[in-house]
């Protein structure tokens, strides 16, 4: 099992360029979730999604978006990137619910945008 | 609007106690969860307690909730250096499906 599994874990890009961080679990999880962390900042909820072919915004959706054809894989893309969003992306996922269910975290993907 | 709060640093001596506080405004607060993550990895599930509770143990851990105060904390006995980490606090409503996150405290451990 191993869990939510992110890729890249790091990454540079320029100002306006575009990318895809991928996410995918093997629990057989209904939720997914990306999140950003900013230092000194709790982590906020961009996209979630609460089955395949379901997705919907969080708190910080603008600049993002998500796709999810799978149960296993939720990507965030990046379109024209901005220094705003140099951060550390965190994706999750659970069984159950946010209220109820314990959120499961890959590792993060450190992205800075110069 | 929604706000939860906790201080970025606390430092402790191994062997001691830590207590880690966090402070919340939604009174409609359902669950209030303690997450840790560890240096490189992402955060992990400590403990959780549900809102019409006041304490609950487990093993090394004690979560405190006093709903009066809006005040949740967390106390880690015989504090290791295996617990260094940063320890971030939760809260989640019925009212939507957003979990609400604190900051983070860094638990710092000397000798």
């Known amino acids: 099992n191993a869990g939510v599994t992110q890729t890249p874990k790091f990454r540079i890009l320029k100002i306006g360029q575009s990318m895809t961080l991928q996410c995918t679990q093997d629990?057989?999880?209904?939720?997914m979730y990306w999140y950003r962390q900013d230092p000194g900042m709790g982590l906020k909820l961009i996209y979630y999604s609460v089955g395949a072919g379901i997705t919907d915004k969080g708190e910080v959706p603008n600049g993002y978006n998500v796709s999810r054809s799978t149960t296993e894989d939720f990507p965030l893309r990046l379109e024209l990137a901005a220094p705003s969003q140099t951060s550390v992306y965190f994706c999750?996922?659970?069984?159950?619910?946010?209220?109820?269910?314990?959120?499961?975290f890959g590792e993060g993907s450190r992205l800075t945008v110069l | 609007g929604e706000d939860v709060e906790q201080s970025l640093f606390l430092s402790v001596r191994e062997g001691d106690s830590s207590v880690i506080n966090c402070t919340y405004t939604?009174?409609?607060?359902?669950?209030l969860y303690w997450y840790k993550q560890e240096p490189g990895a992402g955060l992990q599930l400590l403990t959780y307690i549900f809102s019409n509770m006041d304490m609950k143990q487990d093993q090394r851990l004690t979560v405190l909730l006093n709903k009066k105060d809006k005040h949740l904390s967390l106390r880690i006995a015989d504090t290791q250096t295996g617990d260094s980490a940063i320890y971030f606090c939760?809260?989640?409503?019925?009212?939507?499906?957003?979990?609400?996150w604190g900051a983070g405290t860094k638990l710092i451990i000397k000798p």
């Open positions: 999750a996922s659970s069984y159950s619910s946010f209220n109820t269910g314990e959120l499961f």
């Open positions: 939604d009174s409609s607060s359902t669950y």
């Open positions: 629990m057989n999880h209904n939720y």
């Open positions: 939760a809260e989640s409503m019925d009212s939507n499906y957003q979990l609400i």
